[in-house]
């Protein structure tokens, strides 16, 4: 095949069922969305908290849009920085126990960013295997030394620091992770990174409103502080339901990303009318702990379900549940099924995840009721 031969790469994907494509929604994001005039059950966002269409978030979005206008008009540094940034940075700070935060437009941009500021060529990085991809693009981009430990796999990490000569180690991984939705092994990290004078950096990105009593995440509920775990990242986009990310920790820390972090500093930063819709979910994350609760039990309520009718889960205990079919050609299958009876339900293929653990990705909302959940089981069990 020429190397320029867009079109044969194109059949080769669709060949080997891994061409992607679109689907366009219209209308709000939801438990229940509309695709081309027919609504489907939706279990396959990662509105956690079922905030992206909380009428207290528009309405902060519009009140801001008539005050900043729809564009901030320059980078953080130059004049793009606006008083709901700000603001948004020191409740995030608060909400996640630690001295200051950063806000990045996108939490490929906080982990790409991040990394690259931290280490260099005379370094090492060292990342789960599982690691979503822009830690793995972050950990290449810095050039680092990169090393990768199988998944959770605390004694293989050990073995791999002992072997390093590098001056400076920083440890890299998921809290949640993305696509089984299991958690990290924080403590052993965190012991770890302690015995060989390494930085640990956690992306909560699925754990941020999920975890923890306020929803502060995996590190809200383990109760580690901010010496134990020095960069934390999490996003809005998720739980929090907008658009954006951050990074938490040090005073010194986010003032080295100010200074050094790419894609922080040469990128324009978000609407300030984001940044209030944001700080509008944040408190309702904090205030409304039901919506927890609520997930918790449509966890348990699925789980137990999926045990009736003979699925294959992978172990999580969060809104991420993983039904691993083991080939594309099949998973693809099921989620059109799957389709047909009104579910959306993300088809996950390698090589996002490993060859031969292609899954259902089905996720949970706090929208949703126990009874779509028993649907859902009842699609599933003819489907799978």
């Given amino acids: 095949m020429d190397s320029w031969d867009f079109a044969g790469r194109l059949a080769q994907l669709k060949q080997q069922d891994l061409y992607r494509s679109r689907q366009i929604i219209n209308g709000p994001q939801g438990v229940e969305v509309h695709l081309d005039g027919v609504c489907y059950n939706n279990f396959s966002s990662n509105d956690y908290l079922g905030l ?43 909400f996640t126990g630690r001295d200051r935060a950063l806000v990045f437009s996108t939490g490929y941009m906080a982990n790409i960013g991040a990394i690259s500021a931290l280490v260099g060529q005379q370094d090492a990085v060292f990342e789960d295997k599982l690691n979503h991809a822009s830690l793995i693009d972050g950990g290449l981009i810095s050039g680092a030394r990169f090393r990768r430990y199988p998944h959770a796999n605390v004694n293989r990490l050990a073995e791999l620091l002992q072997q390093s000569a590098a001056d400076k180690k920083l440890i890299v991984t998921d809290g949640v992770f993305s696509m089984d939705g299991d958690e990290a092994p924080l403590r052993g990290l965190i012991e770890q990174a302690k015995k060989t004078q390494s930085m640990l950096m956690v992306d909560d990105a699925h754990g941020i409103g ?23 990242m999490g996003t ?8 954006g990310a951050f990074i938490a920790g040090s005073e010194e820390l986010i003032e080295t990303l100010i200074q050094l972090a790419r894609p922080y500093i040469y990128t324009t930063a978000p609407p300030a009318a984001v940044m209030a819709a944001t700080r509008a979910n944040l408190k309702l994350c904090i205030e409304d702990g039901w919506r927890r609760e609520k997930l918790v039990a449509l966890v348990e309520q699925f789980r137990t ?7 294959q889960l992978l172990e999580s205990s969060t809104p991420i549940q993983a039904v691993v079919l083991g080939d594309n050609e099949l998973t693809m299958a099921a989620s059109g099924a799957l389709k047909k009876k009104g579910f959306l339900v993300g088809a996950i293929r390698s090589p996002t995840v490993p060859q031969g653990s292609e899954r259902l990705r089905i996720t949970f909302s706090a929208s949703h009721s126990s009874t779509q959940v028993d649907e859902l089981l009842s699609a599933l069990s003819e489907v799978v």
């Fill in 305 to 311: 379900g999926a045990k009736q009718i003979s699925l």
């Fill in 236 to 243: 809005f986009g998720k739980a929090l339901g907008s658009f």
């Fill in 210 to 232: 999920v975890l923890g009593h306020t929803g502060g995440g995996l590190l809200q509920q383990q109760g580690v502080s901010q010496e134990q775990v020095p960069v934390l």
């Fill in 52 to 94: 992206a269409n909380h009428p207290l978030a528009i309405k902060a979005f519009k009140a801001a849009s008539e005050k900043y206008g729809v564009g901030s008009g320059s980078a953080h540094l130059i004049c793009g920085h606006s008083a709901e940034h700000h603001a948004l940075e020191e409740e995030l700070a608060s």
